[in-house]
């Protein structure tokens, strides 16, 4: 499985961005698929996860902000991010596994993972 990251870029705070993550070389949906970040000088952290029966979960520092979704029939997941933070600034992944885990917030638990893309907001 091949996982194709897009869609970062620079914005002021307030502003808002959308995240693509194409998948290819399996059935998309029915598998989980989740966005970490990472920042500058600090360990990975989960954002945001979608279950095969689209439930979403989020982080607490992003929930009513950040909305995680997916289309079936372009194999692709998004991550669109309104209100932007400075605090946000990072390299965002996407990541994908066969199955849903109740440990969904663990990034060693996805076995396909995005090349990452840079956002960075200003103040």
């Known amino acids: 499985v091949q996982l194709q990251a897009s869609g970062g870029g620079s914005v002021q705070a307030g502003g808002s961005l959308r995240l693509s993550c194409a998948a290819s070389?399996?059935?998309?949906?029915?598998?989980?698929w989740a966005w970490f970040r990472q920042a500058p000088g600090k360990e990975r952290e989960f954002v945001g996860a979608?279950?095969?029966?689209?439930?979403?979960y989020y982080a607490e520092s992003v929930k009513g902000r950040f909305t995680i979704s997916r289309d079936n029939a372009k194999s692709t997941v998004y991550l669109q991010m309104n209100s932007l933070k400075p605090e946000d600034t990072a390299v965002y992944y996407c990541?994908?596994?066969?199955?849903?885990?109740?440990?969904?917030?663990?990034?060693?638990?996805?076995?396909?993972w995005g090349q990452g893309t840079l956002v960075t907001v200003s103040s």
């Open positions: 990541a994908g596994r066969i199955r849903w885990i109740v440990d969904y917030k663990t990034a060693h638990h996805y076995d396909w």
């Open positions: 070389g399996r059935t998309f949906s029915s598998n989980a």
């Open positions: 979608l279950r095969e029966n689209g439930s979403k």
